[in-house]
């Protein structure tokens, strides 16, 4: 149980343009997911809260119109980038919590973008 | 300060022995750990948590709380090369359902 996926694994796109990385949760509901960034060689660093329903809550310095979070149904959450700089090339990963009251965090696989 | 403290190594142990991980966090009130193994290029997979004072173990692998000190560890037992990866620790703080993890510890067993 507790599987995220997340798609696209990669992708590559012209400075400029947005692009769209989905989160699924496939064999549990998520109430609540979580987006992160992670640079080479350095640790985890959350972006944004993602609730079912409601509007993503960010961390501070994340632009929250450069970064669209999404979250329309318990098994999907959408990150978008827009207007992506080649300093936005990163590791994005989401994960979700079960929500059955315990605080681990299930993670997707990861989207490794690349802003050329 | 930061709010979770881990020593970055690497931390280089034969196969065989034990490879043992410490981390330290700030907020005395946290109540949920967690240790998650992160592969080069890969995201993070949850291997341990712990909620209560002392020892919890599952095959391998030994977390230890201890909330006095506020600091938890991850012992693994019969290093293999297959367990070269960073580890990461995590500890909930109480705000909501996010966790501050720490910068990880790189782990290399040698065959």
């Known amino acids: 149980g507790a599987v995220v996926s997340q798609h696209p694994s990669r992708v590559i796109c012209k400075s400029g343009t947005s692009v769209k990385i989905e989160c699924r949760s496939l064999d549990f509901q998520a109430t609540t997911m979580f987006w992160y960034r992670q640079f080479p060689k350095k640790s985890l660093m959350l972006m944004a809260t993602?609730?079912?329903?409601?509007?993503?809550?960010?961390e501070q310095g994340v632009e929250k119109d450069k970064f669209l979070i999404n979250h329309a149904s318990l098994t999907l959450s959408t990150l978008t980038v827009t207007s992506a700089h080649p300093e936005d090339s990163s590791f994005y990963i989401c994960?979700?919590?079960?929500?059955?009251?315990?605080?681990?965090?299930?993670f997707g696989p990861g989207t490794r973008l690349t802003v050329t | 300060q930061k709010e979770v403290e881990q020593n970055s190594g690497p931390l280089s142990v034969p196969e065989g022995a034990i490879a043992s991980l410490n981390c330290t966090y700030s907020d005395r009130g946290s109540q949920s750990f967690f240790w998650y193994r992160q592969y080069s290029g890969k995201s993070p997979e949850l291997i341990m948590f712990i909620y209560s004072n002392g020892d919890k173990e599952d095959g391998r692998f030994t977390a230890q709380l201890n909330k006095a000190s506020q600091y938890v560890s991850l012992l693994i037992r019969d290093s293999q090369p297959s367990d070269s990866a960073t580890y990461l620790c995590a500890v909930n703080m109480g705000n909501d359902y996010k966790l501050s993890f720490g910068a990880g510890t790189t782990v290399t067993v040698r065959a």
């Open positions: 994960s979700a919590n079960l929500g059955t009251g315990g605080y681990e965090q299930y």
């Open positions: 993602s609730n079912e329903g409601s509007k993503a809550t960010y």
